[in-house]
């Protein structure tokens, strides 16, 4: 089976097998963002417990 080339190229998993992805919006038009939104736009975004399964189906040897 191959992975998924889109969640190869934008997740990751960590060590305690959460899956981290970034966050959406945070690519341009950022003066026009709030300073704020801005900051959480740069933080870390972990995919919900619902999702995973789905994801690692896709990635079955898992991701970097």
Known sequence: ???????????SMTATGKIKTG????????????????KQ??????LHESHEDQVKLMAPYGLK
Do not use: E
């Open 1 to 11: 089976m191959k992975t998924k080339s889109g969640v190869k190229k934008r997740m």
């Open 41 to 46: 736009g740069a933080k870390v975004n972990y």
């Open 23 to 38: 966050r959406s919006g945070h690519n341009h038009f950022l003066r026009q963002k709030s300073k704020r939104a801005n």
